[in-house]
């Protein structure tokens, strides 16, 4: 994705981001103004099937609160490649159980320096802390954590 096919509400944070050096900085720049805007949230991840087949960018863009994993994970996506920060082929989406019955996707960044780096924008309200991942039981937190709250 180009900045040039962005909805224009998206440009200005891709900018931001382009002018950051590192990529890791740049991912966690990333997450914390999408996290500002969006969140998980397990219960409606069962209670909203109508939102996950979303595909446009403006209609997600101009929703608020609740997002599922997969929405959050290619708003982020989007974000750093269009910064030029990443190209696809280094952002791998990787996929996990919660829980043991419930699907969670995560995203693992392929940095210069050859570390990875793991990103649950989904499951930072609830605790996951940056760099880290939902999965099996290690889901974080049963209610949204008080620290992470919006």
């Given at each position: 994705?180009?900045?040039?096919?962005?909805?224009?509400?998206?440009?200005?944070?891709?900018?931001?981001?382009?002018?950051?050096?590192?990529?890791?900085?740049?991912?966690?720049?990333?997450?914390?103004?999408?996290?500002?805007?969006?969140?998980g949230f397990?219960?409606?991840?069962?209670?909203?099937?109508?939102?996950?087949?979303?595909?446009?960018?403006?209609?997600?863009?101009?929703?608020?609160?609740?997002?599922?994993?997969?929405?959050?994970?290619?708003?982020?996506?989007?974000?750093?490649?269009?910064?030029?920060?990443?190209?696809?082929?280094?952002?791998?989406?990787?996929?996990?159980?919660?829980?043991?019955?419930?699907?969670?996707?995560?995203?693992?960044?392929?940095?210069?320096n050859g570390?990875?780096?793991?990103?649950?924008?989904?499951?930072?309200?609830?605790?996951?802390?940056?760099?880290?991942y939902a999965?099996?039981?290690?889901?974080?937190?049963?209610?949204?954590?008080?620290?992470?709250?919006?």
């Amino acid at each position: 994705m180009t900045l040039e096919n962005l909805p224009e509400e998206i440009k200005s944070l891709v900018n931001e981001i382009a002018q950051i050096e590192d990529q890791q900085t740049a991912v966690r720049y990333a997450y914390d103004a999408l996290s500002k805007k969006y969140r998980g949230f397990r219960l409606f991840t069962f209670l909203r099937p109508d939102r996950f087949f979303i595909t446009n960018l403006s209609v997600l863009w101009k929703k608020t609160g609740f997002l599922h994993c997969n929405h959050l994970n290619y708003l982020l996506r989007t974000i750093l490649v269009a910064s030029k920060k990443f190209s696809p082929e280094n952002i791998e989406a990787r996929w996990t159980q919660i829980w043991f019955f419930s699907p969670h996707q995560y995203l693992v960044f392929h940095l210069k320096n050859g570390a990875t780096l793991s990103v649950d924008l989904w499951g930072k309200v609830y605790g996951i802390p940056f760099g880290k991942y939902a999965s099996g039981l290690h889901s974080g937190s049963i209610l949204k954590s008080e620290k992470n709250k919006q």
